[in-house]
């Protein structure tokens, strides 16, 4: 325990006998059947939530929209294999972490090179302070369709749908500092803060699930869209897969998910329940969740023509669930607009907790819960975004970092994961090796196709526009982060 509460303060709170308990405990669960096996590890879940809660934020939103609207059902098998290779990469960032107990900022440093290190930390930073901007603007557009139901105003001109999204995004932010800084002092705090997100995601999928109901599913329809693999004959189409497929980890998520399972004290003993979590908080939650606004957006707006619909923003999706039979006039665009603003209070919560973290890696300070709750801060400019986008630059220049590292990063875990001097035993043998490797290769490649594609949509095309007169099919949007 020395090593993994060392610097991190919400870990040094955690009780050294009710660990050694835990252990003891979960050594006796892998003994059960597996249905009480499973009922045992539910309670311990914790960083696959936040993890979840990271990446069903604004860009999961956006590309679940424009995969549903574009191609009804047809792309439902997209984002599971997506979050399929990510868990992967997750769990064997989890081996790293849990076998060493072992902050992987030092061990990258160490094991790597030090500017591996500091570029990783670095992408963690400007991705959550760029990616923080669309997250308040989905809250922002969404707090505004709201209001204009509830009467207080229409239109966009004026300076009220300023006035109203500014005061939803304080609160929103309010919210998320008491949270954020709850989180990095002390156990319960930490506990609380993941029973917040569990219950956000929890909430976001009922609501979505409720829009579907009312709307309908095709059962055909839904199992070829899963288990078929089609990639529609359209322009963009490949172009929009592969980036969804490459695209649904974000760097800040890699940074993240190693330092919130320190922060839970989970070590070697923990490695089973450990997957149980990835499974279950993180792989399903996004599976669901996005699986049901492609549904959503496939029964109401896709017209049975496949026609890459890049411009479609979700609010005006929302629009399209206005008069559903059993919502009423409004009841499935105000559930839809409740369920893409609690997408974004998840991403915007864990941005901050891991700039939380990252800013004291990245500049070797000492751990202090004053140091963590600055830190916090770092990406709240974000709020702006509740009205203005980013400027033109920050785009560019976050997508040239932060894409560059993540294959980067992939593979910097690959070989520390394969490490036999520095993992021992934990590296593993025989066939399961062999698999899990091949399954990380396919995550790493997945990452740098999709990197590239976005790299030349979001930077060389923004920098040098194509001179054809037709639009550049779009990149897909991140997952979420």
Known sequence: MAEKSAGLPMTSRWDPEKIRQEEVLLSELGRTPLLARIKGYWKFTGPGWLQSAMTLGAGSATASVMGGASFGYKLLWVQPIAMLLGVAMMAAVGNVVMSTGERPYRSFSRELHPSVAFLWALGTIVASVIWHFPQYGLVGASAWDLATMAGIGSGDSG????????????GILTMAILLT?????????????????RTTVRLVLFAFLIVVITTGIRWGELAKGLFAFQVPEVEGATTLVLGMVGAAVGINMTFLYPYSILAKGWGKHHKAIARFDLFNSMFLPYVIGTGLIIIA????????????RSDLKPVQAAASLAGLPLLGAKGGRILFDLGLIGM?????????????????????????????????????????????????WFPIVASAICLTML?????AFFIMNN??????????????RIAFNAVLLVAIVMATVGAALKLKSGVYDKIFPPKASAPAAPGAPGGGR
């Not at 300023?162 to 304080?170: A, H």
């Not at 990245?362 to 751990?367: R, V």
């Open 159 to 170: 300076t009220l749908p300023y006035v109203v999204k500014f005061i939803v995004g304080g």
């Open 181 to 197: 800084w709850n989180y990095g002092s002390h156990a319960r705090g930490l506990k609380f803060f993941e029973g917040f997100l």
């Open 297 to 308: 957006m496939g029964n109401t707006i896709y017209g049975g023509t496949d026609v890459l």
């Open 344 to 392: 974004a209070c998840g991403a915007i919560t864990t941005h901050m907790v891991v700039c939380g973290f990252t800013v004291n890696e990245m500049f070797g300070l000492e751990y202090t819960a004053k140091r963590y709750r600055m830190f916090t801060l770092v990406p709240a400019i974000g709020i702006f975004g509740v009205a203005f986008p980013s400027p033109f």
């Open 407 to 411: 294959p980067i990063a992939y593979i």
């Open 419 to 432: 490490k036999r001097s520095y993992l021992k035993d934990a590296v593993g043998r025989g066939a399961a």
